[in-house]
């Protein structure tokens, strides 16, 4: 076989001798072997299908369907077509049948030149598209029935448009489908004459088309005669001729159907010619407070709004049809909302303008209350956010043009959330409708109040000029505001801090003013609430250096940076009843932080919560190994935060932490302060006997600054109070300093509670207390507090002293 382009292993003649185009390829289409009609149909060079190049043949579709399929590595059939060739103007198109040889990794590919019948099936198309064509553009229409169904086979546009279908809904349908069964009982004989006797037939009918529309029609109807001479089908050809028969008739019918609509619709009608008004209906004299009287024969203008006259003129001179807005002027002036929509007509020669006069009042009614839902708060009826915020762009751009300045208020309500929490959600609406309500009525009528969210609202005072200015309105919101309400019964009063920051001085967008007076607002809550604050650049500042330390903080948690000492709690003899545990932070480059550096930021961005629970964790640790080393009769007291308690399953968290470490309650006590305990008795009562059912012992920290009352206390399972370091510092030498002192520790015994005292720094002090009656003590007199390996040594050796 020295032929390279024989086909091997094969008993069949020469490759040049058979009649039809065969080819082997490979999985990547190369040609390996061939016959010479395959060389000659597709014009390749003798020899040359080594390095043939299909993309070069064949148009870039087929070429992109060949590669697909012979990467599939199976069976395939394809139609391929050539590129135009000088030979070939129109190109040529080949039907390749292949088989894929696994064992030899090759397809045996027979290729059969369909150009003739595809060029033959475009030439039908292109004739049934001629047909269609002229189908759909015959002023005629036309269709077809098959003979034994009555179904339609074929209808042009405007046939299918007569009985409201498009020529795809129309096919299969029969004749009573199409035209409804009364007409199609009408014209059964007509049908009978066509498909029973083979012979055409014409007739007249009118006809109601689903448009409501009637017209005549001249209908022929010519059988298709099959060679048997039996009916395959009728061709219908339909011509209207209204127009010839009834033109005079249905204008009378128009008239008199158009005078009675025109009595009877809600709509306003009104006829026009050369601008002035020729007739109008009930409907339109209503709408504009006119008698038809006065109507007739004034000019359309006079009636049409003056802002709006060039408009409407020129629709009417255009003639124009679509439906536009435009504004009439009722009798009294008023004016009103309304659609137009114009018709221009020809009437007994004269062209005339028909215009509907639809009324929109309700329309625009509804679209405002659309837009006002859009941009008002649904509780209080004040602007949203998203109203403030174009507002503030409003009076931003008013006051660049005035070179003036005006001021914007961030009005946050304190401790909002104890409401919703203590008495429900229900009532906290009640409470921030009030509150809405008093800020509008402190304001001017040029002012603008809208809720941001929450318990949080904006208020813009355009124009202020004097800082006193802002003030006296900042002192009228605080009055107005903390004023209690009354809700159900119970008197509830809330406070508001506010931050101001005024334009252009403090920002010039709307983000950074809301921003600043936001910084602005928490200064106020951190200089003890219900007070306002100007923003000023320090306060940038700040805010960036808590946002620092926050991160910070963060981190620190992550790596081990924070660490408790331990303060010791002794009685009046020096003996060891307790050690409270007090957070420091290893800072990385300010060093050893106090609390006060950084616990207030931990409370204000929940950092407090993450903190909290290391801080208790490593407490019973700590806990558990003075326990082991011999260290009795010495709990490890935690300052708990008030996130920290109101925590859903705070008590089941402890109870799980004693679980793991292995500590009993005994050796822990926690301390809340006076407000955490006022928040909601009875759940407060619930958490403490959970916690006292465990062991764990309650104390009540800086007990005198809250205001908790002696109902509310003697309620609660407490073990201990705190004098507050702020009422030690003093003593013995201030009167009140004293009094407060002795009547905590009074009442404490009353309570059958145990009293210790924080701060005491000199033996004057402690001596006072004791006398007094109070238990322990704890503060510099002591001891400083002490890392954990110092308070241990310290408890050891306190220890073998007292033995």
Known sequence: MNDPRALPDSDLPAPDDWPCA????????????????????????????????????????????????????????????????????????????ARWDKARARYACVFLDITERMLADAEARHRADQFKLLADNVPVLIAYFEARSLTCQFANQQYAATFGLTEQEIIGRNVADIIGPGASREIEPYVETVVRRVA??????????????????????LPHIAPDGEALGAFVLISDITRHRTAEQA???????????????AEGIAF??????????????LLVGRTREELVGARTLDIVAPDQRAKVADTIRAGTETPYESVLLHKDGRRLPVELIGRTMEHKGERIRMTIVRDIRERYAAQEHIRHLALHDALTGLPNRASLMEDIGHQIAAARRAD????????????????????????????????????????????????????????????????LDIEEVCNKLLAAIEVPVNVDGRLISVTPSIGISVFPHDAGTADAL?????????????????NYQFFTPAMARSALEALVMESQMSQGLVHGEFVLHFQPQVRADGTLVGAEALMRWNHPERGLLMPDAFIELAEQQRLMLPLGQWALREAVRCARRWHAAGIRHAPVAVNLSSVQFQTSGFTALVQQLLRDEGVPGELIELELTERMLMDDLPEVQRKLGELKAMGIRISVDDFGTGYSSLAHLKELPIDKMKIDRSFVHDLPGDPDSNAIARAIIEMSRGLGLKVIAE?????????????????????????????????EAWALGSQVLST
């Open 514 to 530: 809301i921003k600043n007076a936001d910084t602005a607002m928490y200064l106020a809550k951190s200089r003890g609430r219900a």
């Open 404 to 467: 003036s300045q005006f001021a914007l208020l961030f009005i946050d309500l304190d401790h909002f959330k104890r409401v919703n929490d203590s008495l429900g959600h229900l009532v906290g609406d009640t409470l921030l409708q009030t509150v809405a309500r008093r800020i509008t009525d402190s304001l001017r009528t040029t002012d603008r109040v809208a809720r941001f969210g929450g318990d949080e609202f904006i208020v813009l005072l355009p124009n202020t000029l004097e800082r």
């Open 251 to 265: 204008l009378r019918e128009t008239q008199d159907r158009l005078a009675r609509f025109m009595q009877a619709t």
């Open 272 to 285: 026009l010619q050369e601008g002035v008004i020729t007739d109008v209906n009930p409907a339109a004299c």
């Open 22 to 97: 065969l080819a082997c390829l490979d999985e990547s289409g190369a040609v390996l072997t061939s016959t010479a009609a395959f060389t000659e149909g597709l014009g390749m060079a003798e020899g040359a299908h080594p390095s043939w190049v299909w993309s070069a043949v064949l148009t870039p579709g087929s070429f992109a369907q060949l590669q697909a399929a012979l990467a599939l590595q199976r069976d395939f059939h394809l139609t391929l077509s050539l590129k135009d060739t000088p030979t070939h103007p129109g190109g040529l198109w080949f039907d390749v049948r």
């Open 759 to 791: 701060g005491v720094e000199t033996v004057a002090q402690r001596d006072f207390l004791s006398e007094a009656g109070c238990d322990e003590f704890q503060g510099l007199l002591v001891s400083r507090p002490l890392a954990v390996d110092d308070f």
């Open 200 to 221: 055409p037939t014409a007739y007249e009918r009118e006809l109601t088309g689903r448009d409501g529309e009637r017209r005549w029609l001249e209908v022929n109807l």
